[in-house]
């Protein structure tokens, strides 16, 4: 997995590529805890170049979205396609985050 970050207004965009998996998951839950502890509140997860996902990745968006709501944050997930999308739906993800088609879109969604 690829974990790149940028600044995109008042947010920042996580953009993530591979798999988010157990060997990968712990490298980005550290990630996710820095941004968070260093006062990002805003955070958008770019799904578009993840094509798996395991429980693990699973759990780090659990510990994201737990992390955020105790310092009155939000987060957005975008682009979230194909087997991990697949994924979402069976467990329920879809209705426990916010998911838009794109960036910009997700982006709007937590302004």
């Known amino acids: 997995m690829d974990l790149h ?3 995109e207004g008042n947010a920042i965009v996580v953009t993530l590529s591979g798999r988010l998996d157990a060997v990968t998951a712990p490298e980005f839950e550290k990630s996710i805890r820095e941004l968070i502890d260093s006062g990002n509140s805003r955070i958008v997860v770019d799904f578009d170049q993840v094509d798996y996902i395991s429980s693990a990745g699973l759990r780090g968006l659990l510990l994201m979205a737990k992390l955020l709501n105790a310092k009155g944050g939000q987060s957005c997930l975008a682009n979230v396609k194909g087997n991990v999308r697949s994924v979402f739906d ?8 916010k998911i838009e088609n794109s960036v910009a879109e997700a ?5």
């Open 90 to 97: 069976m467990c329920g993800f879809c209705s426990v985050f």
């Open 107 to 111: 982006l709007a969604a937590i302004a």
């Open 5 to 7: 970050t940028r600044t």
